[in-house]
């Protein structure tokens, strides 16, 4: 699951650099829950939790069916 995920997050990655912010894989827990981390200008902006839920979480479940939930660290 976890190279799954590594793939849906280059395609995302592109989106969040563009803003110059980033995202980094922290780990895959066997139950589905992505710890991931948000970084450069997303991991002070006020708008990250809905960066996080509406736009990284929603792009991992729509390519991994096994993620539940994603959780920034």
Known sequence: ?????????????????????DVELVD???????KVRLTGACAGCP???????MGVERQIKKRVSEVKEVISL
């Not at 699951?1 to 912010?21: F, N, S, T």
């Not at 895959?28 to 992505?34: A, E, I, M, Q, R």
């Not at 708008?47 to 839920?53: G, Q």
């Open 1 to 21: 699951m976890k190279e799954k995920v590594e793939k849906a997050l280059k395609e995302i990655r592109p989106h969040l650099q563009a803003d110059g912010g």
């Open 28 to 34: 895959v827990t066997p139950d589905g829950v992505v």
């Open 47 to 53: 708008m990250s939790e809905m960066t996080l839920k």
